[in-house]
Every structure is written in structure tokens, then in C-alpha cells.
């Protein structure tokens, strides 16, 4: 069975202060990673599609990196309004039902 | 074009009453999804729908629950006799549809409906 675990459930950091944000997963054939970010009241919006290890993708502040277990979301030097709830998602070869984490939500003080 | 829409944005009902959600999709995605997201959780899969296909309906909790899709574009999600653990957001969103992986299976989020059942 394909799973995913997000860490830290939470994390505060003052802005400017660099972190990192971890999934790790178990998967019967990776086919893809997702990350996705969701506001209070919305829906999540994507931000990075990684397939195999190795991979890096990169949007402003934020960093995605993959391994063949895991993967990180770097923020560096992040500011409030990157705060949100910062989800990971799989898509396996042995299914086309998507595995969300429970997500990390990120709160950034000014 | 338009992203997602869903709607209402929220509904408020009392236990034992059927209720109705709809969502849009991106025209052109022919694949669909149902989620249900309760507080401080992650996302609940219910629902998926890939173009004319038989839809796959593992995740749906119980028999009270059942959606269609019409036309291969505006999905209905019904929940009846409504019970208080019901209560939850419903997300729906779209992608291009999985066929070799990648990119098609991006999948774009509507905002949601709050469903508070009384």
C-alpha cells in the first residue's frame, strides 16, 4: 500500500529564517511526486511535478528536491505571505488514485 | 479559461436531508476527482472519473454517497441522509487525465464547498 508522511506537522519560522519541509514516502513505483500549496478556505494549488531522484525544481523562494524516498521543500529566506499548508502527493504505477500526505502547515512571522 | 468551480461555497443542513454539490471542471480535462477534507486533515479521496470509463468509486465512505458525471464534463456529488460526520469540506479538481503519467495528471483545485451538517 502507497503512503505518504509529512514532517514537521507544523513549523513556525520568522522571516527570513530557511527551512526545509519533508514527505516521505513508500510507493510500489513512483510515476510522480506532487506538491501542492493551500490558503485557508481554498483549494490547493500546484506548484511542482518531480518524477525521479535526482530531480530539482524551483519557484521564487522555494526548492523541490526528490529522492527514492523522500522528498524536500527547501524555503529559503521566506516571508508571511509563504505562509499556508504545504502538501505532497504520489502518483504510483499501481494505481491512478492519487495518496495526499496530511500536509505541513507553515506560518512565517514578520 | 476558467479554473475549477464548485458550488455552492458553502451549505449548512440539518442531519437526515439529501444534499447536491457540483463542480465544473477545466473544459478539455477529462479526468475528475471528489475529496473530502475534515479539519486539521489531509485529503480523503471519495471519487475518480476518466472520460467515459466506469468510475471509481473506492473511496466513497458508505452507500449515502454517489456522484455522476454528465457529458463527461459537470460532476454532481450526493450525500444523502446526511449525518453530522459529514460535515467536511468537498474539493473537486481536473487534470488532462493519466495516461502515460506526468504532467497530464496535474491536477487543478476548485475551492471547495463547506458542508456543516447540524
Known amino acids: 500500500e502507497d503512503q505518504v508522511t509529512q514532517s514537521p506537522e507544523a513549523l513556525r519560522l520568522q522571516e527570513g529564517e530557511s527551512s526545509s519541509l519533508n514527505c516521505s514516502y513508500t510507493v510500489s513505483g513512483l510515476r510522480g511526486l506532487f506538491w501542492y500549496r493551500q490558503d485557508p478556505g481554498k483549494g490547493p494549488e500546484f506548484l511542482f511535478t518531480l518524477y525521479s531522484a535526482g530531480e530539482e525544481k524551483e519557484k521564487e523562494r522555494l526548492k523541490a528536491t526528490l529522492t527514492k524516498k523522500e522528498s524536500f521543500l527547501h524555503i529559503t529566506a521566506p516571508k508571511p505571505e509563504d505562509s499556508a499548508t504545504y502538501l505532497c502527493?504520489?502518483?504510483?504505477?499501481?494505481?491512478?488514485?492519487?495518496?495526499f500526505g496530511r500536509g505541513t502547515s507553515l506560518i512565517v512571522h514578520p | 479559461g476558467a479554473g475549477v468551480s464548485q458550488s455552492p461555497s458553502n451549505k449548512v443542513t440539518e442531519k437526515g436531508k439529501d444534499v447536491e454539490l457540483r463542480c465544473d471542471p477545466i473544459?478539455?480535462?477529462?479526468?475528475l476527482y471528489w475529496y473530502r477534507q475534515s479539519l486539521g486533515q489531509g485529503l480523503e479521496f471519495l471519487i475518480y472519473f476518466q472520460g467515459n470509463s466506469a468510475p471509481d468509486k473506492s473511496g466513497l465512505p458508505s452507500d449515502r454517497f454517489s456522484a455522476e458525471r454528465t457529458g463527461g464534463s459537470v460532476s454532481t456529488l450526493t450525500i444523502q441522509r446526511t449525518q453530522q460526520e459529514d460535515s467536511a469540506v468537498y474539493l473537486c479538481?481536473?487534470?488532462?487525465?493519466?495516461?502515460?503519467?506526468?504532467?497530464?495528471?496535474?491536477?487543478?483545485f476548485g475551492p471547495g464547498t463547506r458542508l456543516t451538517v447540524l
Open positions: 479538481a481536473s487534470s488532462l487525465g493519466v495516461s502515460a503519467g506526468g504532467s497530464t495528471d496535474t491536477q487543478y
Open positions: 502527493r504520489l502518483l504510483s504505477g499501481g494505481s491512478y488514485i492519487p495518496t
Open positions: 473544459s478539455g480535462h477529462t479526468a
